[in-house]
């Protein structure tokens, strides 16, 4: 009996292996499948970094709408254009200048006073008569926004050469930098800060002003919808507040901790970019709430891989561009 169990459990024994075998294998394939998986799972991905002239906080960054140049703007007043192809700066000052923004061709910028229009394919560069000191552009071209001894916000149309000027409360002065100000992307509305609070304007409606509830912290950047029904403004504490101004009760909030830096709108697919300070989420990009039916914040933001504080950051389609400490500006790629 004992022999004819022996034997028997001998001759089970090649099964017995070769199915631990298969149970191996099938294991090992299951982990490369998951393993290429994950490799192959999407995501923003850093694709390529600069470094601008001055070793100083990048406070400013506009990725243009191809792709194909960054501009960027440190807080030493320095302005530089760069081709991203060619690895290469096309275009740029030293210093007493402004970002206001690029459009398909053009960056558009504020060189000691003077309004410029920059080729983003060339750097080739020409003087746009205006008169007012720009701080922003509307997106057509029509309305630009400027200041005046800093009390008075005036807007400028390009195409009557009309001069308006906007009715607001006398609360602080104006500062000059062009991310306290915004248009609507339809070109009828404009926002601008002081301090913890932003005014609102239709511009159909000069002496009627929209002022919204106070931040929690000073503002450092606001951003429109393409209506204005929403209002996206940013402040130090790391708030962003989405203020909608149909419906003051649907506005909502959320803080990312530290100080929030970097504000950025991408309308189309309803998300903001984010950058704050080293105390918070230094660089994430954040579903909004829908805007026909506002419903809470999603609970984390996607959060990109940056060590450091993030001062800027701009976000079209699967591109985004972010700028820190010590001149460094990151390109980033949905992939």
């Given at each position: 009996?004992?022999?004819?169990?022996?034997?028997?459990?001998?001759q089970?024994?090649?099964?017995?292996?070769?199915?631990?075998?298969?149970?191996?294998?099938?294991?090992?394939?299951?982990?490369?499948?998951?393993?290429?998986?994950?490799?192959?799972?999407?995501?923003?991905?850093?694709?390529?970094?600069?470094?601008?002239?001055?070793?100083?906080?990048?406070?400013q960054?506009?990725?243009?709408?191809?792709?194909?140049?960054?501009?960027?703007?440190?807080?030493?007043?320095?302005?530089?254009?760069?081709?991203?192809?060619q690895?290469?700066?096309?275009?740029?000052?030293?210093?007493?200048?402004?970002?206001?923004?690029?459009?398909?061709?053009?960056?558009?910028?504020?060189?000691?006073?003077?309004?410029?229009?920059?080729?983003?394919?060339?750097?080739?560069?020409?003087?746009?008569?205006?008169?007012?000191?720009?701080v922003?552009?509307?997106?057509?071209?029509?309305?630009?926004?400027?200041?005046?001894?800093?009390?008075?916000?005036?807007?400028?149309?390009?195409?009557?050469?009309?001069?308006?000027?906007?009715?607001?409360?006398?609360?602080?002065?104006?500062?000059?930098?062009?991310?306290?100000?915004?248009?609507?992307e339809?070109?009828?509305?404009?926002?601008?800060?002081?301090?913890?609070?932003?005014?609102?304007?239709?511009?159909?409606?000069?002496?009627?002003?929209?002022?919204?509830?106070?931040?929690?912290?000073?503002?450092?950047?606001?951003?429109?919808?393409?209506?204005?029904?929403?209002?996206?403004?940013?402040?130090?504490?790391?708030?962003?507040?989405?203020?909608?101004?149909?419906?003051?009760?649907?506005?909502?909030?959320a803080s990312?901790?530290?100080?929030?830096?970097?504000?950025?709108?991408?309308?189309?697919?309803?998300r903001?970019m984010?950058?704050?300070?080293?105390?918070?989420?230094?660089l994430?990009?954040?579903?909004?709430?829908?805007?026909?039916?506002?419903?809470?914040?999603?609970?984390?933001?996607?959060?990109l891989?940056?060590?450091?504080?993030?001062?800027?950051?701009?976000?079209?389609?699967?591109?985004?561009?972010?700028?820190?400490?010590?001149?460094?500006?990151?390109?980033?790629?949905?992939?």
């Amino acid at each position: 009996m004992h022999e004819k169990g022996a034997i028997q459990k001998a001759q089970k024994q090649p099964h017995m292996r070769r199915r631990e075998f298969n149970q191996a294998l099938l294991a090992t394939g299951f982990a490369l499948l998951h393993g290429r998986a994950q490799a192959a799972k999407p995501g923003w991905k850093l694709v390529q970094e600069l470094r601008h002239s001055s070793d100083i906080n990048v406070e400013q960054i506009d990725l243009a709408a191809d792709g194909k140049t960054v501009a960027s703007w440190a807080s030493d007043g320095s302005l530089q254009l760069w081709s991203l192809a060619q690895n290469k700066k096309l275009w740029g000052r030293s210093e007493k200048t402004w970002l206001l923004g690029t459009n398909r061709t053009h960056m558009v910028c504020v060189d000691n006073g003077q309004a410029r229009r920059v080729a983003l394919a060339t750097g080739a560069e020409d003087v746009i008569p205006a008169d007012i000191d720009p701080v922003a552009i509307s997106a057509n071209g029509e309305w630009w926004a400027g200041l005046r001894e800093r009390t008075t916000i005036f807007l400028w149309n390009s195409k009557t050469m009309k001069l308006v000027p906007l009715s607001a409360p006398p609360v602080v002065a104006y500062r000059p930098e062009p991310r306290y100000y915004a248009f609507s992307e339809d070109g009828k509305w404009f926002a601008a800060c002081q301090g913890v609070r932003v005014i609102l304007w239709d511009i159909s409606k000069p002496d009627d002003p929209i002022t919204l509830k106070d931040q929690p912290g000073e503002i450092t950047n606001v951003r429109l919808t393409r209506d204005a029904t929403f209002v996206l403004a940013g402040s130090l504490g790391g708030t962003l507040d989405v203020y909608c101004r149909v419906n003051p009760k649907a506005s909502q909030r959320a803080s990312y901790g530290g100080d929030l830096r970097g504000l950025w709108l991408d309308g189309v697919n309803n998300r903001a970019m984010v950058g704050c300070s080293d105390n918070g989420l230094t660089l994430g990009i954040q579903q909004l709430p829908n805007w026909r039916k506002p419903s809470a914040y999603p609970s984390e933001p996607v959060k990109l891989p940056v060590q450091g504080e993030t001062w800027s950051c701009c976000l079209r389609e699967k591109m985004a561009a972010s700028g820190h400490l010590q001149g460094l500006i990151k390109i980033w790629k949905w992939a």
